[in-house]
């Protein structure tokens, strides 16, 4: 299929200029798949070939893929009002409890980027928890959109406060339908008996003084344990469509799992100073990292290690690159570059 030729093409010569190591590449159009992979899983200390069925460190894919689904299913089991103040479900000090919850599913609660928790001894989320709310916030909820994983570590504790189980347990019991073998979605996957082997190596990490494989990537998150509703999710290209596919059918009626009102209200939220949906990221303005093929309905994520997914549902299509462009360390930064190519090139070749 010429298609598919020019796209193994764009992503081998991206692998060639050192664009990242390795990826692979998941596109669903008008209910077909098809899997590209290009380049090597590994460089470091030996090459290893990339291949379709090795996991990802999804990174910040973890935000809508694990704490959105999450959210979707307690929005119809416990009735949440996203318009109420987070303070009344959970107790909460100071202004922060006074945000409406949907403002952290759509970055727009006044709450800073970023904050160095792993760098407190015996981190916990509650730890992080009081943290977020003893600092001054930002700038007024409401009148901006600043992208902030503090937004989701204070949702991973909602979660778990209104429902008294880990997040973890909430993700899986949410994930219910039945993953082939080959499809996988989850976190701490050395805990689950996946082999390192089976998983691509990210950065190198000077406190350990080792690669990290099968560790996430992200410092907060591993000082937590390796889970939260921020980071920590891995998986390969089979599990990653699967779930988006799920998402897109339930979008379109199939009520499996998630009832189509549910999807559409995350799929389609709108906020005139925010650039998200709830969960998602909107397809973008000029200079968009999606590019500018896809139609106005178009939602996605990208990931700090070099992941990406977008769904048009509009034009029944669904992309995904996994890539690890962190391996083996984290300063390059040319997949800046090459995401809007790459998505701007499969819409253009799937919507024709």
């Known amino acids: 299929m010429l298609k598919l030729t020019h796209i193994h093409n764009l992503l081998s010569e991206a692998v060639r200029k050192e664009v990242f190591p390795g990826a692979v590449a998941g596109i669903v159009w008008r209910g077909h798949r098809y899997i590209l992979s290009a380049g090597y899983s590994a460089i470091t200390p030996f090459t290893e070939p990339m291949e379709e069925h090795l996991l990802f460190d999804l990174a910040s894919l973890t935000k809508p893929l694990a704490l959105g689904l999450v959210f979707m299913k307690l929005l119809e089991e416990k009735n949440l009002n996203l318009d109420s103040p987070i303070g009344r479900y959970i107790e909460l000090p100071g202004e922060i409890s006074k945000v409406p919850l949907f403002r952290f599913l759509n970055h727009t609660s006044g709450l800073r980027a970023w904050y160095p928790f792993y760098k407190i001894e015996n981190l916990t989320l509650q ?28 949702l991973t ?16 019991e949410v994930k219910s339908f039945q993953f082939s073998k080959r499809e996988k979605l989850l976190f701490r996957p050395l805990e689950k008996g996946i082999d390192q082997e089976e998983i691509v190596p990210t950065s190198f990490d000077e406190v350990s003084g080792r690669i990290l494989r099968g560790l996430v990537e992200d410092e907060n998150t591993r000082a937590l ?7 920590g999710l891995f998986g390969n290209i089979f599990g990653v469509l699967s779930i988006l596919e799920l998402l897109l059918k339930n979008y379109h009626g199939d009520s499996s799992i ?18 998200f949906t709830l969960a998602f990221m909107k397809r973008g ?30 034009a029944d299509l669904i992309v995904v690159l996994l890539t690890n462009r962190v391996h083996p360390q984290r300063d390059n930064y040319e997949i800046r570059k090459f995401r809007p190519l790459f998505h701007e090139t499969v819409a253009n070749l799937f919507r024709r």
């Open 127 to 154: 730890t992080v928890v009081n943290t977020i709310c003893s600092l001054p916030l930002e700038y007024p909820p409401g009148t901006k959109s600043l992208y902030s994983d503090l937004n989701f570590f204070l």
């Open 157 to 172: 504790y909602f979660v778990e406060s209104i429902t008294c189980k880990p997040f973890e347990v909430l993700f899986e």
């Open 225 to 231: 344990g390796g889970i939260s509703g921020v980071a």
């Open 258 to 275: 998630f009832s189509s009102t549910v999807v559409k209200v995350f799929f389609e939220f709108e906020d005139p100073v925010s650039e």
């Open 285 to 314: 303005r000029e200079n968009s990292a999606f590019g500018q093929g896809f139609s106005e309905k178009a939602i996605g994520h990208l990931g700090f290690t070099g992941c990406s997914f977008l769904i048009d549902s509009k």
